[in-house]
């Protein structure tokens, strides 16, 4: 599983970063956590604001940061659907 963080590097995407990194651990799952922060690489995606949180190339969250606890609900359901 791969999570990307999309954002320039602003305190909202160091925040969201810091999210998810709390939810991995508290989810159990082995996954790939990467930053984005190159503006070529962010307008890959269809996304009008940042911080933004994609699991395996599907956008969960846009322009917002969304608690730990929604993030590890989006990564445990990834998970099992890459099992099946």
Sequence with gaps: MKIKILGPGC???KR???E???ALAASGVSADL???EKMEDIMKYP???TP???IDEDIKASGRIPRADEIVTWITTAA???ST
């Design 11 to 13: 305190s909202n995407c």
């Design 16 to 18: 969201l970063y810091a």
């Design 20 to 22: 998810a990194e709390k």
């Design 34 to 36: 990467e930053k984005v």
């Design 47 to 49: 996304i009008m604001r």
């Design 52 to 54: 933004a949180l994609v």
């Design 80 to 82: 099992a659907k890459s």
